[in-house]
């Protein structure tokens, strides 16, 4: 069985910083792209950032320039560096991979049980 486990959110005042991690464990082959997605309260869940596992990245607009999507093949991780926070980033934040669990398998999408992210003014 393959997890994803996710942590390092909680509560920050406005113009703080906070870093995310998610660890992917179990039955994994090759871990292909891995993103990051968030949902705030009354709000669909958006796409915040995505790696590919040659390390492209791509921001939606609200966050560019100010979080940073990293991750480390070696640990089956990755993560989200979040600096000036606002309150608009307060959210429940997913970590979702494309995972192949075999070689001769198709890759499956999994995520995260989520991490609340917090942001007082």
Request: proline content about 2%; overall charge positive; hydrophobic content about 35%.
């Amino acid at each position: 069985q393959v997890q994803l486990v996710e942590s390092g959110g909680g509560l920050v005042q406005a113009g703080g910083s906070l870093r995310l991690s998610c660890a992917a464990s179990g039955s994994i082959f090759r871990i292909n792209a891995m993103a990051w997605y968030r949902q705030g309260p009354g709000k669909q869940r958006e796409l915040v950032a995505t790696i590919t596992r040659g390390g492209s990245t791509t921001y939606v607009d609200s966050v560019k320039g100010r979080f940073t999507i990293s991750r480390d093949n070696a640990k089956n991780a990755v993560y989200l560096q979040m600096n000036s926070l606002k309150p608009e980033d307060t959210a429940v934040y997913y970590c979702n991979a494309d995972i192949l669990k075999y070689y001769w398998t198709s890759s499956t999408p999994y995520w995260g049980q989520g991490t609340q992210v917090t942001v007082s003014s």
